[in-house]
């Protein structure tokens, strides 16, 4: 009996050595006070788990990064979370700028803007007479090095375009074909043409002649 309670002594002891050592410093700490230390710098989850309770991150270094899918509620996703995705069934905060490198898809409910609306100008296309271009974004610059009739490509239902011609050169664009508008309009410099796409047309929103 004493040899196993001699081992079972030294195990102990080897233990507690194991636990100051990990947390960095040895000092005169108790052994919860160690495990606790050891819980602040480093937390490996390697299986599903649940936590339940708040979660504080702080500190240089303090990065949550996950590897696989991060899913905050119990709600199902409509898209398919396929690796490096992220769900949230509740609300969602953003209380500094937050960038989306990819498509924005909205569901049910309104978009609301509380400041500025602010959409950012494509690079000018130069346009040619009688050849189509195809805009690469909602505001759209275009240029011409003379009087010309382009046509537009047909863009994506439910895209809006705004076209203004920044050059002193006069750019047609003619009531016909994909191009459903009030009229002929001749764009002259800094004049506007606004559309919306019903996936084969371009219909006329509005214009201004500046």
């Known amino acids: 009996m004493r040899p196993n309670l001699i081992f079972l002594g030294r195990l102990l002891v080897a233990a507690l050595l194991v636990s100051f050592v990990v947390g960095g410093v040895v000092s005169a ?19 599903a788990s649940t936590f339940r309770g708040d ?14 899918n991060l899913k905050v509620g119990n709600g199902t996703p409509t898209v398919t979370q396929n ?11 953003a209380d500094g700028p937050a960038r989306f490198d990819s498509t924005i898809t909205q569901g049910d409910g309104d978009t609301i ?6 959409v950012v100008a494509q690079t000018a296309i130069t346009v040619t007479n009688g050849a189509a271009f195809t805009a690469t974004g909602t505001y759209q610059p275009i240029q ?30 003619v009531d016909t074909g994909n191009q459903v508008l009030a009229s002929t309009v001749t764009l002259g410099q800094y004049d506007t043409l606004t559309l919306w796409a019903d996936g084969t047309r371009w219909v006329e929103i509005s214009r201004s002649n500046n």
């Not at 690796?83 to 905060?93: I, L, M, N, T």
């Open 83 to 93: 690796g490096e995705d992220a769900y949230v069934e509740g609300s969602f905060e």
């Open 55 to 68: 979660m504080t991150f702080s500190g240089t270094g303090s990065d949550l990064t996950v590897t696989g």
């Open 144 to 173: 011409a090095a003379s009087t010309v009739t382009p046509t537009i490509t047909a863009g994506t239902a439910g895209q809006a375009l705004v076209l203004i011609n920044t050059s002193a050169q006069s750019i047609v664009i």
């Open 113 to 118: 803007v509380a400041d500025k609306l602010k």
């Open 29 to 47: 700490q108790g052994p919860y006070q160690r495990f606790e230390n050891i819980l602040t710098k480093k937390l490996l989850v390697t299986d």
